[in-house]
């Protein structure tokens, strides 16, 4: 696998005996879809016609044994950080030795950008993003192609596009990370607005304004509670309850679990992380109820319209989907499953235990006014 950058010292390894265990109890396994031969650059890839040689994905995650092997090279354009994507990657070359991707890592609006102004000429097969919202900015550009409706179908609409251009492919929640020596989570409020008012948290609350799926949060508040409300909470936290403000989840949870910071709002699954190698630290996550704090939103793939592999980029996609992949991003990352068959084995709670807000990740796609409004207000790193 190439990147543009440095290259990573190391690789991590994942236990693949949860896969053959689901495969052999049957819950992650979609039947009779097998795919004769392989799908690569001389298999036929027409630009207009995914083909009947596409593998179908089900309700519940399939396997990789049931989708078409893998061959050729793809492109892809991605806005999620190495440690949380490239093992993957890396897992799906080892699986196929004669497929390849090519990764140019870049932020989420970095890589955006570069895909407005390269248009129909671009290289890039697929746009793997951190958040949602490039997607559907993706999306209204008119930059995406529409996806296999196997692939949309089996992803929970709240969590992909409804016009089939875009799919989620993990997802995460908004939470309330805490210090359980210092916080009963039964006590802590389900109101974000809280959070910026109590004077409990004064001092030692933290965020972190630069991350993309901070913005989409704010954009979501906006949406949801108006403009004149989510400045105030802006300014709130940082006026008055002297918000610590951080340019790295990790480091930001890590201080929560281990340093002097008390609360911090971030993705639970930078929690989930810490408490699946040190299960006890200092460290646990609450949730606010049905407003922007719980937020559920999602990491995803389009296939560019301006692919010339399309068959190729919608296989690789089923098996970023089936049952291994969903499989790698509970157990690597601490982030949930979009399929059906694949539980979240964490520490934290599951997403029926929370209750996110219904909310179209479509509005998503335009977050200049939330980060004027951040910057406006002084929350920024």
Same mark, same amino acid.
């Given at each position: 696998?190439?990147?543009? +950058?440095?290259?990573?010292?190391?690789?991590?390894?994942?236990?693949?005996?949860?896969?053959?265990?689901?495969?052999?109890?049957?819950?992650? /396994?979609?039947? *009779?879809? !097998?795919?004769?031969?392989?799908?690569?650059?001389?298999? +036929?890839?027409?630009?207009?016609?995914?083909?009947?040689?596409?593998?179908?994905?089900? *309700?519940?995650?399939?396997?990789?044994?049931?989708?078409?092997?893998?061959?050729?090279?793809?492109?892809?354009?991605?806005?999620?950080?190495?440690?949380?994507?490239?093992?993957?990657?890396?897992? /799906?070359?080892?699986?196929?030795?004669?497929?390849?991707?090519?990764?140019?890592?870049?932020?989420?609006?970095?890589?955006?950008?570069?895909?407005?102004?390269?248009?129909?000429? *671009?290289?890039?097969? =697929?746009?793997?993003?951190?958040? *949602?919202?490039?997607?559907?900015?993706?999306?209204?550009?008119?930059?995406?192609?529409?996806?296999?409706?196997? /692939?949309?179908?089996?992803?929970?609409?709240?969590?992909?596009?409804?016009?089939?251009?875009?799919?989620?492919?993990?997802?995460?929640?908004?939470?309330?990370?805490?210090?359980?020596?210092?916080?009963?989570?039964?006590?802590?409020?389900?109101?974000?607005?809280?959070?910026?008012?109590?004077?409990?948290?004064?001092?030692? =609350?933290?965020?972190?304004?630069?991350?993309?799926? $901070?913005?989409?949060?704010?954009?979501?508040?906006?949406?949801?509670?108006?403009?004149?409300?989510?400045?105030?909470?802006?300014?709130?936290?940082?006026?008055?309850?002297?918000?610590?403000?951080?340019?790295?989840?990790?480091?930001?949870?890590?201080?929560?679990?281990?340093?002097?910071?008390? =609360?911090?709002?971030?993705?639970?699954?930078?929690?989930?992380?810490?408490?699946?190698?040190?299960?006890?630290?200092?460290?646990?996550?609450?949730?606010?109820?049905?407003?922007?704090?719980?937020?559920?939103?999602?990491? !995803?793939?389009?296939?560019?319209?301006?692919?010339?592999?399309?068959?190729?980029?919608?296989?690789?996609?089923?098996?970023?989907?089936?049952?291994?992949?969903?499989?790698? $991003?509970?157990?690597?990352?601490?982030?949930?499953?979009? =399929?059906?068959?694949?539980?979240?084995?964490?520490?934290?709670?599951?997403?029926?235990?929370?209750?996110?807000?219904?909310?179209?990740?479509?509005?998503? !796609?335009?977050?200049?006014?939330?980060?004027?409004?951040?910057?406006?207000?002084?929350?920024?790193?």
């Amino acid at each position: 696998m190439a990147h543009d +950058g440095s290259d990573r010292s190391g690789r991590t390894e994942i236990d693949h005996s949860r896969r053959r265990v689901l495969a052999a109890s049957g819950i992650a /396994i979609a039947g *009779s879809v !097998g795919v004769a031969g392989c799908l690569g650059d001389d298999a +036929g890839d027409p630009f207009d016609d995914y083909g009947p040689q596409a593998a179908a994905l089900e *309700s519940t995650a399939v396997s990789w044994d049931d989708l078409g092997d893998l061959e050729g090279e793809l492109t892809i354009y991605s806005g999620r950080t190495r440690d949380q994507i490239d093992p993957l990657f890396e897992m /799906i070359e080892d699986e196929y030795p004669d497929f390849t991707v090519e990764v140019d890592q870049d932020g989420n609006e970095d890589q955006l950008n570069s895909l407005r102004e390269e248009g129909e000429n *671009s290289p890039a097969d =697929i746009f793997y993003t951190q958040s *949602s919202g490039a997607l559907a900015a993706l999306k209204s550009d008119g930059l995406a192609r529409e996806l296999p409706e196997d /692939i949309t179908g089996a992803v929970d609409d709240d969590w992909s596009d409804p016009d089939g251009e875009w799919t989620g492919a993990s997802g995460r929640v908004r939470a309330i990370m805490y210090d359980t020596d210092e916080f009963d989570g039964a006590d802590l409020p389900e109101d974000i607005f809280a959070y910026a008012e109590d004077e409990q948290f004064q001092d030692v =609350i933290s965020t972190r304004p630069n991350s993309g799926t $901070f913005r989409s949060f704010i954009t979501a508040m906006i949406e949801m509670e108006g403009e004149d409300e989510t400045r105030g909470w802006v300014s709130d936290m940082v006026n008055q309850q002297n918000a610590t403000l951080y340019s790295s989840g990790s480091q930001q949870a890590e201080e929560v679990a281990y340093g002097d910071q008390d =609360i911090g709002l971030g993705n639970q699954y930078y929690a989930g992380r810490i408490l699946n190698e040190d299960p006890d630290a200092t460290l646990d996550v609450a949730f606010t109820s049905d407003d922007p704090g719980c937020l559920f939103n999602v990491s !995803g793939v389009a296939i560019l319209s301006a692919s010339d592999r399309p068959n190729l980029a919608a296989e690789f996609t089923r098996h970023i989907l089936a049952a291994e992949g969903q499989e790698f $991003f509970v157990d690597v990352n601490g982030e949930y499953p979009v =399929i059906d068959g694949v539980e979240y084995v964490g520490d934290l709670p599951t997403v029926d235990e929370i209750n996110p807000p219904s909310f179209d990740l479509n509005a998503l !796609g335009d977050v200049e006014a939330a980060s004027d409004l951040l910057r406006e207000e002084g929350m920024t790193v």
